[in-house]
């Protein structure tokens, strides 16, 4: 949860500053504050998911492959 809370932060400066944006054909239009697309919250909490679970059904398989 704090790796979300600092990169929506990041984000929300870096659009205020017209360092970042979005293409509007590629989101849905729906913004949180800051004007961050719920698209961009849920990339952060879905890449982090994938990832973890990815490790995770690696050291599965590595396990069993020991046993």
Same mark, same amino acid.
């Given at each position: 949860? /704090?790796? &979300? =809370?600092? !990169? $929506? *932060?990041?984000?929300?400066? *870096?659009? *205020?500053?017209?360092?970042?944006?979005?293409?509007? %054909?590629? =989101?849905?239009?729906?913004?949180? /504050?800051? %004007? &961050? /697309?719920?698209?961009?919250?849920? !990339?952060?909490? *879905?890449? /982090?998911? $994938?990832?973890?679970?990815?490790?995770?059904? &690696? %050291?599965? =398989?590595?396990?069993?492959?020991?046993?």
């Amino acid at each position: 949860m /704090p790796t &979300v =809370i600092v !990169f $929506c *932060a990041w984000d929300v400066l *870096a659009i *205020a500053r017209h360092h970042w944006g979005f293409n509007h %054909r590629y =989101i849905t239009g729906w913004l949180l /504050p800051g %004007r &961050v /697309p719920t698209e961009e919250l849920v !990339f952060f909490v *879905a890449i /982090p998911v $994938c990832g973890l679970s990815t490790l995770e059904a &690696v %050291r599965g =398989i590595l396990e069993r492959r020991r046993a």
